[in-house]
């Protein structure tokens, strides 16, 4: 079961780690508005911020930055976005406990059917034991907790030299 | 069988070492058990009342003697030399230490076996008919879509944290021998009017603590789109199934909450978008499956040889055991031998290390070197010739193999209940044993015929106690073990729930109960008539009645 709701952490600068390749660890550039009723920062068009999806629902499309990411929580329905994400840089998705699976779906929508190529975030309770499977849904930015270690967490994207979803691809 | 090709064996030597990697933080303390717990459930490993239980999966039932001899090492080497067969065709044992489960999934490794998604919330093992690809009565051999299912479900990225766990049956016959209807998906082949091949889609079906039948989603799904379709069925769940609550999490409780049609609704929306994509199955893809499955070259031979026939005529237990325990094949001449683990006084489902071996050898000199695993606990060796019958049935009576009741009274199924099992209300293992010894009298058992009973040791219903003709329940009073008593389950295709009979009974009680059970159907029963059909025909009315007498009639 999962655990209760907690507030929501932004993710830590210092540990973003992208699957690549090349696989590597980088700062993270942006800044995470957690709270969907916070105001906009002084000046905020030029920042790069990522806004939870009720906000950026809320704003008229001319209010819109293209400086701006959103982000998804996983009740979110990404397809809601469709209009937004040929030009969005950014979507993120939360996973409040690593044993919440939905994440993976709406990263698969977002990839496949919603054929978005931006940056796709996983944020929350992202563990090592499961970057590889996150990496292999399309996630190319990973934000791990800050507890877990960014160096063991890219040596875990080498779990695995297989490629699962091409898992029929040696029976046809 | 199906052999791995490289990717495979890759995969299954690349877990052991990420599972080695887990376990080693673990012990270290490096990884919190909350974040551990997950990661060895998908590895088969529960941390169990008396030790640590390991489940290890055989992938549709399906054994080499190769493979069998490995297990029957693994039970002497680590285990207390046996080793549970359980009713979701793995194996199960229940006195592994921690620190030496790596090492054993490493000897797995070594025979093209492992323990992945064996539990957790993510798709398990995939079961099917003990007969496939033998039975007389056989559409289809399910095996090689069987294994097309075990490849795209292993490890499958987005579906390892499903709401819940998710079950998938697919049989291949006109019989369901399979229980699909008690799946979460149950698949069962079809031909459409233009004899293409298909499957017809139950969903929802599930036994626990919320026992439903499946419904029909799809009544002929091609074959092309089977991968599409049920991950279509999958992403609808991970999306919209309940994570609030673990009782309700089930996919059969989605299906209820929607409606049947609406979520069928949302499943072909869902399929709209991947039907004919890239993970469309083709013709050479089954070609290449069917390869592995191909029967092996039979000689041509007597179903009337006399090595056969002789003994029959004048042995009553070998007959005996030839009409229970070997069904048709279809070839005549050969026979498809169910042996039985249900000696009277063995829990139901145990093999020794010496019963597995003497299975393999067995195996190899008379059934081509295969076995299959039974949901109803047995082995099964799928093809030997009707002259070897004979040498067979003596060669099992050494190990106490040879039972003769497949199908019948003595057919026990029950789960490890309190004895192992932590989440256990009552103990189940003594009272099947109970039950094992007041009929051991065969004439009885085969007079009384067909006859299911199974036993759960708790609501979580892994002895399937809902399908038992008679189920069996273990219930909680007061910190006291009582058994709760169900009449009318079915498997196969007139799939039905048991109905609790009345208040339920002490352990001591269970025998006698069940003999009045069966009184009442004595009396009863018209000619050729199974207990369950009686059961059906005349209503619980006659069996309440004598259990409780005529005051607690309803
Ligand atoms: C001793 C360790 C075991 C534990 C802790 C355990 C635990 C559980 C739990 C909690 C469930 C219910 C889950 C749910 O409905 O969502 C369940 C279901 C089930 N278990 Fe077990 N089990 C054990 C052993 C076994 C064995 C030995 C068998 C086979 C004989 C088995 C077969 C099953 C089956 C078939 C179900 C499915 C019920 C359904 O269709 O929903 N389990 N088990
Ligand atoms: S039914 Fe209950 S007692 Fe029996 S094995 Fe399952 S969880 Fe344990």
Not at chain 2, 129 to 148: H, K, M, N, S, T
Not at chain 2, 411 to 429: K, M, T, Y
Request: glycine residues 8%; charged residues 20%; aromatic residues 8%.
């Amino acid at each position: 079961m999962n655990a209760p709701a907690q507030p929501i952490a932004a993710p830590s600068a210092q540990h973003l780690i992208r699957p690549g390749p090349p696989a590597r660890c980088t700062p993270d550039p942006w800044i995470w508005q957690l709270d969907p009723a916070a105001p906009l920062p002084p000046d905020a068009a030029r920042q790069p911020l990522v806004l939870p999806l009720a906000h950026w629902l809320a704003l008229s499309p001319t209010r819109r930055s293209p400086c701006w990411g959103v982000w998804l929580g996983p009740v979110d329905d990404p397809e809601v976005l469709l209009p937004d994400l040929p030009t969005l840089p950014l979507v993120g998705v939360h996973f409040p406990v690593f044993t919440d699976g939905r994440g993976y779906t709406t990263a698969r929508l977002l990839r496949g059917r919603c054929c978005y190529r931006g940056e796709l975030r996983a944020f929350g309770d992202v563990l090592r034991d499961q970057v590889y499977f996150l990496a292999r849904c399309g996630f190319d930015a990973l934000s791990l907790r800050p507890d877990q270690s960014p160096e063991a967490a890219l040596q875990a994207l080498g779990d695995y030299s297989w490629e699962p979803l091409k898992g029929l691809a040696h029976a046809g | 069988m199906y052999r791995y090709n490289e990717t495979d064996q890759r995969l299954v030597e690349e877990r052991v070492r990420q599972f080695a990697d887990q376990m080693q933080r673990f012990l270290a303390g490096q990884l919190a058990e909350d974040e551990f717990r997950p990661l060895r459930l998908q590895n088969g490993l529960y941390i169990q009342r008396h030790a640590p239980m390991l489940r290890v999966a055989i992938p549709y039932g399906t054994l080499s003697a190769r493979q069998l001899r490995k297990l029957a090492g693994i039970a002497r080497l680590y285990d207390r030399g046996y080793g549970h067969f359980t009713t979701r065709s793995n194996i199960q044992f229940n006195w592994v230490r921690l620190e030496e489960v790596p090492a054993i999934l490493a000897e797995l490794a070594t025979v093209q076996m492992h323990a992945i998604q064996t539990s957790g919330n993510c798709i398990r093992n995939i079961t099917t008919d003990q007969f496939a690809g033998v039975a007389a009565d056989e559409l289809l051999d399910p095996r090689p879509y069987c294994e097309i299912v075990r490849q795209w479900s292993t490890l499958a990225p987005e579906f390892l944290f499903l709401p819940r766990k998710f079950k998938i049956a697919i049989a291949g016959g006109a019989e369901d021998r399979a229980a699909t209807r008690f799946h979460d998906i149950g698949a069962q082949a079809r031909l459409d009017e233009a004899g293409n091949v298909g499957f017809a889609i139950h969903v929802g079906g599930g036994l626990g603590r919320t026992p439903m039948v499946g419904q029909l989603l799809k009544p002929f799904l091609p074959r092309a789109e089977l991968i599409n379709y049920f991950e279509a069925i999958l992403r609808v769940y991970n999306r919209h199934g309940r994570r609030d609550n673990k009782y309700k999490a089930r996919i059969k409780i989605l299906v209820k909450d929607l409606g049947l049609e609406a979520f069928a609704r949302e499943v072909e929306q869902e399929w709209a978008w991947s039907r004919g994509g890239p993970n469309t199955l083709d013709e050479t893809t089954f070609a290449r499956m069917e390869a592995f499955f191909q029967p092996p070259a039979l000689p041509e031979d007597d179903p009337q040889a006399p090595a056969y026939l002789e003994p029959l005529a004048t042995h009553t237990p070998f007959a005996r055991w030839v009409a229970r325990n070997v069904a048709p094949h279809r070839r005549a001449a050969y026979g498809i031998v169910s042996i039985a683990l249900k000696q009277p006084g063995v829990p139901p489902g145990d093999a020794t290390a010496e019963q597995m071996e003497l299975v393999a050898d067995l195996a190899e000199r008379y059934s081509g070197g295969e076995i299959r695993v039974s949901h109803e606990q047995n082995l099964v060796l799928p093809q030997v010739a009707r002259r070897d019958l004979f040498a067979l049935w003596d060669a099992l009576r050494t190990r106490g193999l040879a039972t003769p009741t497949i199908g019948l009274l003595g057919d026990v199924v029950c789960c490890p209940g309190g004895d192992f099992c932590s989440l256990a209300n009552a103990r189940s293992i003594p009272v099947a044993a109970a039950i094992q010894q007041r009929f051991e009298d065969l004439d009885y058992q085969f007079d009384l015929g067909p006859l299911e009973l199974n036993m759960s040791g708790c609501v979580n219903a892994c002895g399937h106690h809902h399908i038992g003709h008679i189920g069996i329940l273990g219930v909680d009073k007061n910190n006291q073990e009582w058994y709760q008593l169900t009449l009318g389950g079915r498997e196969g295709n007139g799939a039905a729930l048991g109905r609790v009979i009345g208040p339920a009974f002490a352990a001591e009680q269970v025998p006698e109960v069940i003999a009045q059970l069966l009184e009442v159907y004595v009396a009863q029963r018209q000619p050729e008539e199974i207990f369950i059909d009686t059961v059906e025909r005349i209503g619980h009315g006659p069996f309440k009645a004598r259990v409780y007498g005529a005051g607690d009639r309803p």
